[in-house]
Nanobody
C-alpha cells in the first residue's frame, strides 16, 4: 500500500516561496500510470487541485496557478515537491499530496497546514 507524508514549514511570509515535499513509501513514483498530485484546501473552502507530476516526469498544472507553481521530483529519494512562489495570505491552506492510478488506486497524505502571514 502506498503511503505519503508531507513535510515543510508551517509558516511562510507573504511574497516568499512555499516549498513542500511528499515522501512516498510502499511504491515507486516511477511506477507506470501513477500520477502524483498536490491538492490544497483553504479554510472554509473546497479542495483545489494544484498540479501533478506523472510517473514519466510529465507535469500538469491548474491553469489558475500555473504561473507561480512548480512540481518536481527526486527519484533517488522517492519524493516529489511543490514550490509556490509569491505567496499571499490567500494561499493559507491544508496542503495534501496524493497518488492515483485509474481505476481504483487513490492514496492521500495526512495533510500539512501552511499559514501565510508576516
Amino acid at each position: 500500500q502506498v503511503q505519503l507524508q508531507e513535510s515543510g514549514p508551517g509558516l511562510v511570509k507573504p511574497s516568499q516561496t512555499l516549498s513542500l515535499t511528499c515522501t512516498v513509501s510502499g511504491g515507486s513514483i516511477t511506477t507506470s500510470d501513477y500520477y502524483w498530485s498536490w491538492i490544497r484546501q483553504p479554510p472554509g473552502k473546497g479542495l483545489e487541485w494544484m498540479g501533478a507530476i506523472a510517473y514519466d516526469g510529465s507535469t500538469y498544472y491548474n491553469p489558475s496557478l500555473k504561473s507561480h507553481t512548480s512540481i518536481s521530483r527526486d527519484t533517488s529519494k522517492n519524493q516529489f515537491s511543490l514550490q509556490l512562489s509569491s505567496v499571499t495570505p490567500e494561499d493559507t491552506a491544508v496542503y495534501y499530496c496524493n497518488a492515483d492510478r485509474l481505476p481504483l488506486d487513490d492514496y492521500w497524505g495526512q495533510g500539512t497546514q501552511v499559514t501565510v502571514s508576516s
